[in-house]
């Protein structure tokens, strides 16, 4: 960024807190993204224990599909990215004390959380998958799973959709532990994310384990932003479309899952 566009974002800055003699939360979110361009940072809120979507590596430098993505849009907006690494529960709470201008961690898009936050454009998507050991012939669909054991997390939304399809089920406490039990022939299947289970087969792609179905609804994921900094929210908009269509996203989406999960 040149010091003629950084002194101009200053001076827009000082011109709304000197005018009214206070920076409002309105005009803090108005000021946003001259804000960020004039800092030269996009601060971005995310756990790093996550993987594969922000971890730390056997160097301790944080990686990850969701870190690539962010370091991304802050390139589009002419800054550098700067993680703010939190618990999960905490991560939207530090967005509305303003500790960060976004967060990127896999916040799942829904009508709830549009009620008081903006969010970009989906810019990953996961859909429920079975997954049985390969060579299964009894479970290929949904419907099968009527009456058979399932290896399942009690509270996790599979779970559910398990027992909606007549499971039963195994209890366990997360993906790990449900392929585990299914390899061992303690369940015959898993209802899982599509994203878990391609990271999976990326990691150990001998493994015999297979999807069987998948729903067709997806859960999407976006960058989560404040109400009322419409800028920023367009600007990073437009990053992530140049992200998809210039092959970066490709690149980054096959690096970590070795498939496109965009749609």
């Not at 730390?56 to 962010?70: A, R, T």
């Not at 549009?114 to 997954?131: R, W």
């Not at 792609?205 to 800028?231: M, T």
């Not at 920023?232 to 269509?245: G, P, R, T, W």
């Amino acid at each position: 960024m040149s010091w003629f566009k950084s002194i101009l974002a200053v001076g827009v800055l000082q011109t709304a807190v000197l005018g009214s003699g206070v920076m409002t939360s309105q005009s803090f979110a108005d000021a946003a993204l001259d804000r960020i361009k004039a800092e030269g940072v996009l601060k971005i809120g995310t756990e790093g224990t996550y993987a594969p979507f922000t971890y730390h590596d056997k160097d301790g430098k944080l990686v990850g599909f969701d870190v690539e993505i962010g370091q991304e849009i802050a390139k589009r907006l002419g800054v550098e990215a700067k993680f703010l690494e939190g618990k999960w529960d905490g991560l939207i709470a530090g967005l509305d004390a303003n500790r960060y201008d976004a967060v990127i961690n896999q916040v799942g898009i829904t009508p709830e959380r549009q009620k008081k936050y903006n969010f970009s454009e989906p810019y990953i998507a996961s859909k429920a998958v079975l997954i049985v050991k390969t060579g299964n012939t009894d479970i290929k669909k949904f419907e099968d799973l009527k009456g058979r054991k399932a290896a399942q997390s009690l509270s996790s939304n599979y779970g559910k959709i398990a027992r909606e399809y007549g499971a039963e089920i195994v209890a366990n406490d997360g993906f790990d532990q449900s392929v585990q039990l299914v390899l061992s022939g303690r369940a015959e299947a898993t209802v899982n994310a599509s994203l878990s289970f391609l990271d999976f087969k990326k990691q150990k792609p001998d493994v015999p384990l297979e999807v069987a179905a998948e729903l067709e609804n997806a859960d999407r994921s976006g960058v989560l932003l404040r109400k009322g900094e419409e800028d920023l929210l367009a600007e990073v908009n437009k990053a992530l479309e140049q992200i998809k269509s210039d092959g970066t996203y490709a690149k980054i989406s096959e690096k970590y899952f070795g498939a496109d999960v965009s749609k």
